[in-house]
């Protein structure tokens, strides 16, 4: 049996459902996007409902690079999430969607924990294809 494999996402169609499903716009953030991947996030880039986070949708032909550059050999959590350090803040969640979209989220306080925040932009973003 043959699995297929999702198809990679690409920018506008991120900000297209993302914007669908949740309202809200997401913006290139130019000092964050590279030859290899393109950073989307909100303005404001702290929201109520989502806190802050940002994606990254990444060429396909660098997106296994990319990801390991961003979890190194770490392995999720039972959740899924790669808990990153980061230089601002303590840590950063890291969750990995199909082949080449990749959620960074910024717990208050740079914190080893999620919230509603974190869960409400994990179920935005499962519902995105």
């Given at each position: 049996?043959?699995?297929?494999?999702?198809?990679?996402?690409?920018?506008?169609?991120?900000?297209?459902?993302?914007?669908?499903?949740?309202?809200?716009r997401l913006v290139t953030?130019?000092?964050?996007?590279?030859?290899?991947?393109?950073?989307?996030?909100?303005?404001?880039?702290?929201?109520?409902?989502?806190?802050?986070?940002?994606?990254?949708?990444?060429?396909?032909?660098?997106?296994?690079?990319?990801?390991?550059?961003?979890?190194?050999?770490?392995?999720?959590?039972?959740?899924?999430?790669?808990?990153?350090?980061?230089?601002?803040?303590?840590?950063?969640?890291?969750?990995?969607?199909?082949?080449?979209?990749?959620?960074?989220?910024?717990?208050?306080?740079?914190?080893?924990?999620?919230?509603?925040?974190?869960?409400?932009?994990?179920?935005?973003?499962?519902?995105?294809?």
């Open positions: 049996m043959v699995v297929a494999t999702p198809p990679p996402y690409t920018v506008p169609a991120v900000q297209a459902a993302f914007r669908a499903r949740t309202g809200l953030v130019a000092s964050a996007t590279t030859d290899a991947l393109t950073t989307l996030g909100t303005r404001p880039t702290l929201t109520r409902r989502f806190g802050s986070f940002e994606l990254y949708v990444i060429k396909p032909r660098f997106a296994r690079a990319t990801i390991r550059a961003l979890v190194g050999n770490d392995r999720p959590d039972a959740r899924g999430i790669y808990w990153e350090p980061d230089q601002n803040v303590g840590v950063t969640a890291i969750s990995v969607f199909g082949p080449n979209l990749v959620l960074n989220w910024f717990p208050p306080g740079g914190k080893h924990r999620v919230n509603p925040s974190w869960t409400r932009v994990q179920a935005a973003l499962r519902r995105l294809r």
